[in-house]
């Protein structure tokens, strides 16, 4: 039985990385696809844990190779999804779990139809900057720039499967977790994992 494909999308601050890290701590079988970026390492990544970071020239020569999955230019630098290693571990049974904006989801439904999306929303604009605020990563007019372009993501919302607001955490990877374990019961995936006890009960 092949594994899910997952996409999660959310404006820089909304908390969708903490989601998924407690969402994949907390149920088996699904594991947080890491991307390649040419954006420079902060202090707290790790490389091959958070991001494969490699030169603006490497990235554009898998473009060229048709290497991705899905790309996208984001505040000046590239990321992207490797195809190979989705493929590969959705064949295995793994749920995939892919972090990334409202572009790259557009490439991987038209790619993979199959695929199912979540996007995660803040409870207001206030609460948006104060998040970004608190970081403390980056510089007034970087949150400024992210603000400007969170409402342009946030715009695309409806265009996705699934609508989680996290204004509590717990709540929310509640919601998260129950969307994930959701579709696994479907009839459909039901029948290819448990295809001979299902026709054993109908005899």
């Known amino acids: 039985m092949s594994g899910q494909l997952w996409v999660v999308a959310a404006p820089s601050g909304a908390g969708k990385t903490s989601l998924v890290n407690a969402l994949v701590d907390s149920v088996s079988g699904i594991k947080l696809s890491i991307s ?5 390492p902060r202090a707290s990544d790790e490389e091959g844990k958070d991001y494969f970071f490699i030169d603006k020239p490497t990235f554009e020569a898998m473009i060229t190779e048709q290497a991705f999955l899905e790309y996208a230019n984001v505040f000046g630098n590239y990321y992207g999804t490797s195809k190979q290693w989705v493929e590969h571990e959705l064949a295995k049974g ?58 342009e993501e946030m715009s695309h919302c409806e265009d996705f499967d699934y609508i989680i607001i996290n204004d509590k955490f717990e709540e929310a990877l509640l919601e998260l977790s129950a969307i994930i374990l959701a579709q696994r019961l479907k009839s459909a995936r039901q029948a290819q994992k448990y295809g001979t006890l299902l026709q054993s009960l109908r005899k």
């Open 94 to 151: 793994e749920d995939v779990i892919l972090e990334i904006d409202w572009q790259g989801a557009e490439q991987v439904s038209a790619l993979l139809p199959d695929s199912r999306s979540i996007f995660i929303l803040p409870p207001s604009p206030g609460t948006l900057r104060h998040r970004l605020e608190k970081r403390a990563e980056d510089q007034a007019d970087v949150i400024a720039k992210r603000l400007q372009e969170a409402t």
């Open 36 to 40: 390649h970026t040419t954006r420079p």
